[in-house]
């Protein structure tokens, strides 16, 4: 069950001008919220915690995103 939390926390990514971040879950477990997924600079990773943050409420945001920089 998606929670209204949830919800906007997801769509905060998937509308992101970042795409990187519209490709990125959010997965709720109890009152957390975990970020899941990939990006490629440690940049769009920051970028998408905040994100998240800003429609958290009292949720506890986790970040899980994998950075796979192409050198």
Known sequence: ?????????????????IYDLRKLQVEQVDEMLLICGKVGSFYH???????????SGDYQVVNQINVECDD
Do not use: G, N
């Open 1 to 17: 069950m998606m929670t209204e939390i949830h919800h906007e926390a997801q769509t905060a990514l998937r509308t992101s001008p």
């Open 45 to 55: 990773k920051q970028l998408a915690q905040e994100a998240v943050r800003l429609v």
